[in-house]
């Protein structure tokens, strides 16, 4: 009798962990799940055209997405692109050339800063971590760029 019982805990943890298990990776894995941290999500109707990451041996992370607009797409689909800057910032372009440098992205996937494009960066105030985003207005890219600093 107690061999069954045994047989019926473990088939009800495989039912129940196998679903949870899938929940857990996708929930924690999930590019979505990066940004909720900063208060938007990337609309699932943009395209993702490149993606790179890489994580320190500490936590520290950077990470590069490339999101391009569908033919219907505008800007105001997406609230993140709201209030962004239109002047240009050498300072922005060196500061986000120095990450993708670090992520030995090739140069081809690089923002052309010589195009209009609108930009922000946001801080996280308790550490020296940041997130540029950067709006090509003439190819209609959008240009992600996480720098996490965990100590």
């Known amino acids: 009798m107690q ?38 999500i990337v609309p699932s109707n943009f395209k993702k055209q490149y993606s790179v990451s890489e ?15 569908n033919g219907t797409d505008t800007q105001g689909d997406a609230p993140f692109l709201e209030k962004m800057s239109s002047q240009k910032s050498t300072e922005m ?14 140069t081809q996937k690089y923002p052309n800063f010589s ?11 308790y550490r020296q971590t940041k997130l540029y985003i950067v709006f090509d207005t003439k190819l209609s890219l959008i240009y992600l760029v996480q720098d996490i600093w965990a100590s």
């Open 3 to 40: 061999k069954s019982n045994r047989g019926i805990i473990l088939v009800f943890l495989i039912i129940l962990g196998v679903p949870l298990g899938f929940f857990l990776y996708g929930y924690f894995t999930s590019d979505t799940r990066m940004y909720q941290d900063w208060g938007f």
């Open 115 to 125: 195009h209009d494009y609108q930009w922000k960066v946001f801080n996280k105030s």
């Open 55 to 69: 994580t320190g041996g500490t936590g520290d992370r950077e990470t590069y997405e490339i999101y391009a607009l």
């Open 93 to 106: 372009q060196e500061q986000m050339i120095a990450i993708l440098k670090i992520l030995d992205v090739d």
